[in-house]
């Protein structure tokens, strides 16, 4: 499973639009984790997190006009390294860093159901890019072994 860690920078009155997007991420067959905020944004990322980082596959940014975490989000976002990254922007939010490509920009007043299952299918499309890259990935090694085995087979027979 495709596991995604929810960084988010939002007031604590729009956790469940967090939880929301939790909940269509594990819809669409990702593992999503959202992060608790019981930490100094001054100090180190907890071993907790940093563990969770180490899983994901995926980050999801989820950023409105109302967040209070840029901090945390900024400290996790340097964690997760050149992992891929799918942002949910409220408009009026500025953020650099994210290609648009990976940005999905959604208004208050519009329907953010929509914009959160934009955001979740794009993780979701990566999931199976990944899964197809193994895949492949096992079918070339599986048949160079198989002709090792064969080109091996043939050598020692015939003596």
Known sequence: MFNVYISHSVSP????????????????GLRPTIPHRQWSPNGPLPADLQS??????AMLLFVTTLGQYDDWVNTEVREMGNKHLVALIEEGVQLSGVPPENTVRFSRFGNFANAVDVATNRLRH?????QNENLLA???????????????????GGD
């Open 138 to 156: 096992g079918l070339l090694i599986g048949g160079l072994v198989l002709l090792l085995a064969r080109g091996l087979e043939g050598k020692g």
């Open 13 to 28: 009155v729009e956790l469940a639009q967090v939880y929301a997007l939790a909940e269509d991420a594990t819809r669409q």
């Open 52 to 57: 969770s980082l180490k899983k994901s596959q």
């Open 126 to 130: 990566l999931g199976l890019k990944k």
